[in-house]
């Protein structure tokens, strides 16, 4: 069950991640009027790195939340 668990986690994780670093390169896009390649790795470290991290946390402590819930 636990290494399911991790499985899942980095699943949340990864997806927050591509959520953020696709958010953020939406909004550097809009700021300047597009056309610039060398952005992309910038908003994919800007956005999905942070995401990521954040991901990771939330998603493992929402997951012990409904852990709980259903051993109850």
């Known amino acids: 069950m636990e290494d399911k ?5 980095y ?13 953020t390169f939406g909004m550097l896009l ?3 009027g597009g056309g610039y ?3 992309i790795p910038i908003a994919i470290a800007g ?3 942070p995401s990521f ?3 990771l946390f939330v998603s493992d ?4 939340k ?6 109850r």
């Open 47 to 49: 956005g999905g790195i």
């Open 5 to 9: 668990h991790i499985l899942y986690v």
């Open 11 to 23: 699943l949340l994780s990864a997806f927050f991640a591509i959520l953020g670093s696709s958010m």
């Open 61 to 64: 402590q929402l997951l012990n």
């Open 53 to 55: 991290l954040l991901g």
């Open 66 to 71: 409904i852990n709980n819930m259903l051993q």
């Open 30 to 32: 809009k700021s300047y």
């Open 37 to 39: 390649f060398l952005l």
